[in-house]
Structure formats: structure tokens, C-alpha cells
């Protein structure tokens, strides 16, 4: 079974720029996460989709960050404009969805490192 | 929002049992209790999840109390390449409920 994709992996640009980080999540998974993790830190979860709608964004920065997931497939974050404090990990997870009784685990992807200079 | 607490770091030697405490003082009935590790340059891989008593799969063990404030992972027999950082994680599928804490660096030495 293949892994969640995320592309790219490293990413360097300077503030006041814009950036794009585009996820694939496995097939059949219909929940989606995006996730900040800073350096030293836990994840962070900024957004969660349930196919192509949003579940929860109470905390994206919403005034420069925004995410979509068209057709309940892939899904792309973008941040504009960019800010050193956005340095960090971007994780994509994403799970099959059950309703009621156990959860399933989220399947992370590798990352996209975002260095603001 | 169940916050959970872990130690910060802990050491061990490698073939030694290792045990992570964690704490969710506020864990609510829908909850499940799940533990993640993470290597550098990576996302965090799934190594056990339990509602209650314990669960062990060809990994770790999961142990949790009858109040379930509190969840113990337990690595039987580690080896430098469990060196990582642990999470713990209430979760219920619910968003809301996705709090990372800060983890537990593990550095096993030779």
C-alpha cells in the first residue's frame, strides 16, 4: 500500500513570498490533516477535511494560510504571505473514517521543511 | 481538550525495557489512546492505540489504567534504533481532539 505523498520535501523561500504544499493521501482515506510542526515541538493541527469539505480550521491562520481538497483526493496548502515564524514542518496524515467505535490510526507523510528567510 | 504530559527525555541502554508515562487527566469517554513515534526527517509512524487494560502488538505493549487518566508504552528489548521521539495522543477522530504534546525523546545507548 502506498504512503502519503507530499511533495516538495524542502523549501526555501523569503518572507512576503507566497509557497504551496500539495499533498496525496492514501486511496480510499476520505479524512485529510495538515500539520505544523516546529522545530522541538509536537504537530500542530491547522486543518482537517472529511472528503473535500472542511471539518475544522479553528486553528489556520487564516489570513495567510488557506487549504483546499478538491474532489476529495488531493489537497494543497498555500501560505501567503509567508512570515519567519511559518519556519517549520508541513505533515499531511491522513485515516479512514469510522464512524462510532474505534479509531483508525493517521498515516503521516514525510514532510515539507519550509525555511522563511 | 484532553492535554496530555509527558517526560521530556529519558536514556536507556540498549536490551533494557523502556517505559513512557503518559497523562490525559481529561479524557473523555470516545477517546482512544494512541502512541506515535517519530524519527528526524520524518512524520510520526503509528506503533499502538487501546481504549483500556492493555494491548500488545509485535512492537510494544499498551498499558492503561481503569480510570484511563494515564497510559504507560512499554518497549521490550530496545536497540539504538529506537532512538526517536514518542507521542502520546488522546483521540476520538474528532479534530478537536488532535493535541499533540511535546513527546518523549528516548535516547538509547550501546
Known amino acids: 500500500e502506498a504512503g502519503v505523498a507530499q511533495s516538495p520535501r524542502y523549501k526555501i523561500i523569503e518572507k512576503r513570498q507566497s509557497v504551496a504544499f500539495w499533498c496525496n493521501p492514501i486511496?480510499?482515506?476520505?479524512?485529510l490533516y495538515w500539520y505544523q510542526q516546529i522545530l522541538g515541538q509536537g504537530p500542530k493541527l491547522l486543518i482537517q477535511?472529511?472528503?473535500?469539505?472542511?471539518?475544522?480550521d479553528s486553528q489556520l491562520p487564516k489570513d495567510r494560510f488557506s487549504a483546499e481538497r478538491l474532489k476529495g483526493v488531493d489537497s494543497t496548502l498555500k501560505i501567503q504571505p509567508a512570515k519567519l515564524e511559518d519556519s517549520a514542518v508541513y505533515l499531511c496524515?491522513?485515516?479512514?473514517?469510522?464512524?462510532?467505535?474505534?479509531?483508525?490510526?493517521?498515516?503521516f507523510g514525510p514532510g515539507t521543511r519550509l525555511t522563511v528567510l | 481538550l484532553a492535554k496530555t504530559t509527558q517526560p521530556i527525555s529519558m536514556d536507556s541502554y540498549e536490551g533494557q525495557e523502556v517505559n513512557i508515562t503518559c497523562s490525559h487527566n481529561?479524557?473523555?469517554?470516545?477517546?482512544?489512546i494512541t502512541w506515535y513515534q517519530q524519527f528526524p526527517s520524518q512524520g510520526p509512524r503509528f506503533i499502538i492505540q487501546?481504549?483500556?487494560t492493555k494491548v500488545t502488538n509485535e512492537v510494544a505493549s499498551l498499558f492503561i489504567p481503569a480510570d484511563r487518566k494515564s497510559s504507560t508504552l512499554s518497549l521490550p528489548r530496545v536497540s539504538l534504533s529506537d532512538t526517536a521521539v514518542y507521542y502520546c495522543?488522546?483521540?476520538?477522530?474528532?479534530?478537536?481532539?488532535?493535541?499533540f504534546g511535546s513527546g518523549t525523546q528516548l535516547t538509547v545507548l550501546p
Open positions: 496524515a491522513s485515516r479512514t473514517f469510522k464512524a462510532g467505535g474505534p479509531t483508525d490510526t493517521q498515516y
Open positions: 486511496s480510499g482515506h476520505a479524512t
Open positions: 477535511f472529511q472528503n473535500n469539505g472542511v471539518v475544522d
Open positions: 481529561n479524557i473523555a469517554t470516545n477517546d482512544y
Open positions: 487501546g481504549y483500556k
Open positions: 495522543l488522546v483521540d476520538s477522530g474528532s479534530a478537536r481532539q488532535l493535541t
